[in-house]
């Protein structure tokens, strides 16, 4: 496989023939403490897409806590399943989850992981019987459990500010469209129900969105509608890769603000964004509330009461970030990315 560069500070590569699994780690930076991100476990079309999303959702982590500002650098592990998970035995599982147990001991602190797509609480309260490296136990273990919900509420303070940048009062009557509802995207939406939002849900899966239909009084659109579809918010909650270019040339929106990590499938996107006026909060701004959760409660001891009011503050490091775009004439991505950069260079 011929590896293009990346600004990183190491990839991990390994293969099991057992399994049939390929585990990637990126570590991207560790410039302001030890590296963080979670594992993404799903299948890819090769071990390239693999190793390339690994990096990138990296890169994406080092962004996500210099702005959050938490002592952590960036890393992602991925990992390449031979078949969807529900297809596979739970021997194989467990077998999956020990190598990635070793590889990460090899990395002996360097990085440490956390859940994301395709794991969940469960399978790090395995991972922390084999390894220390590990954030995310369920509570019954002795861990902070999902980071679902504190994700949901940051990206609900991003809705927020995007709302109040495109010049509405609020959220109360607007349409509020959420595409992916898991363990981010549900507690999105009952935030947003909440508020008085005119709710449209999609999922891949009927189910979840016949649950949530029932619980929130949501209309139900097809996948493929969720770039068509007239609507004043957009909130992306399932895999990235949503918005290029092209889609962002006729998005029928006023706001985009979701928890997908690598939302635009192209850097000119956000700038066709910027063009069309469509108010855009950077993914790794909007969803950093799993990551204060997940290093507020387990490296730095803060309570549950301080990891939302952080959380809650995205909304204002957001508003910045809106201004900051506007008085310069850049995308929010790069206005957000600036602010990165101060924290990573120590300049304030
Ligand atoms: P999840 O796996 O619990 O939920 C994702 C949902 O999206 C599922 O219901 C799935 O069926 C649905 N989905 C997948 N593809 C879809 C498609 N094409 N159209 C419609 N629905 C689709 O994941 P999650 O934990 O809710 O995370 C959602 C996104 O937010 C991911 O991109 C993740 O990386 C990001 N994120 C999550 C957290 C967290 O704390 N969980 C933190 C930061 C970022
Ligand atoms: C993410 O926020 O994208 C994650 O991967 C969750 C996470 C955050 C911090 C440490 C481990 C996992």
Same mark, same amino acid.
């Given at each position: 496989m011929a590896l293009? %560069?990346?600004?990183?500070?190491?990839?991990? $590569?390994?293969y099991d023939r057992g399994t049939g699994a390929w585990f990637v780690i990126g570590v991207h930076s =560790?410039?302001?403490?030890?590296? &963080?991100?979670?594992?993404? @476990? *799903? +299948?890819?079309?090769?071990? #390239?897409?693999?190793?390339?999303?690994a990096r990138r959702l990296a890169g994406a982590m080092t962004l996500k806590m210099a702005v959050a500002g938490l002592p952590m650098g960036g890393g992602k592990s991925v990992i390449a399943l031979p078949a969807p998970r529900a297809e596979l035995g739970e021997a194989t599982w467990r077998r999956i989850l020990e190598i990635h147990a070793a590889n990460l001991e090899l990395l002996g602190g360097n990085y440490t992981t956390g859940p994301d797509v395709g794991t969940c609480s469960a399978d *790090?309260?395995?991972?922390?019987?084999? =390894?220390?490296?590990?954030?995310?136990?369920? $509570?019954?273990? #002795?861990?902070?459990? &999902? &980071?679902?919900p *504190?994700?949901?509420?940051? +990206?609900?303070?991003?809705?927020?500010?995007?709302?109040?940048?495109a010049g509405f009062d609020g959220v109360d009557g607007l349409r509020v469209l959420v595409q992916g509802l898991g363990a981010v995207g549900a507690d999105v939406a009952?935030?947003? !129900?909440?508020?008085?939002a005119k709710l449209i849900v999609t999922d891949v899966d009927p189910a979840r969105c016949a649950a949530v239909a029932d619980e929130l009084g949501a209309e139900v659109v #097809?996948?493929? @509608?969720? =770039? =068509?579809? %007239?609507?004043?918010?957009l909130v992306p909650c399932a895999t990235g890769g949503l918005i290029t270019a092209e889609v962002a040339e006729t998005l029928p929106i006023a706001v985009v603000a979701g928890a997908a990590n690598n939302l635009l499938a192209d850097p000119y996107a956000a700038e066709v964004l910027r063009r069309r006026g469509i108010v855009h909060a950077p993914d790794f701004v909007a969803n950093a509330g799993g990551a204060i959760h997940l290093v507020g409660r387990e490296v730095l001891g803060?309570?549950?009461?301080? +990891? @939302?009011?952080?959380?809650? !503050?995205i909304g204002d490091t957001l508003t910045g970030v809106f201004a900051d775009a506007r008085t310069h004439g850049t995308t929010t991505v790069t206005a957000a990315q600036d602010?990165?950069?101060?924290?990573l260079t120590g300049e304030h």
């Open positions: 293009p %560069e990346w600004d990183g500070e190491l990839t991990s $590569v390994r =560790t410039r302001l403490g030890p590296a &963080s991100g979670g594992t993404r @476990a *799903m +299948v890819y079309p090769s071990p #390239g897409d693999a190793v390339a999303d *790090m309260d395995v991972l922390a019987g084999l =390894t220390p490296h590990v954030f995310g136990r369920s $509570v019954a273990a #002795g861990g902070p459990g &999902s &980071s679902g *504190m994700t949901a509420l940051g +990206v609900f303070a991003a809705i927020r500010a995007g709302v109040a940048e009952r935030l947003a !129900a909440d508020a008085g #097809g996948t493929g @509608a969720v =770039t =068509t579809r %007239e609507c004043d918010v803060w309570s549950a009461d301080a +990891v @939302a009011d952080r959380t809650r !503050a602010l990165a950069a101060r924290t």
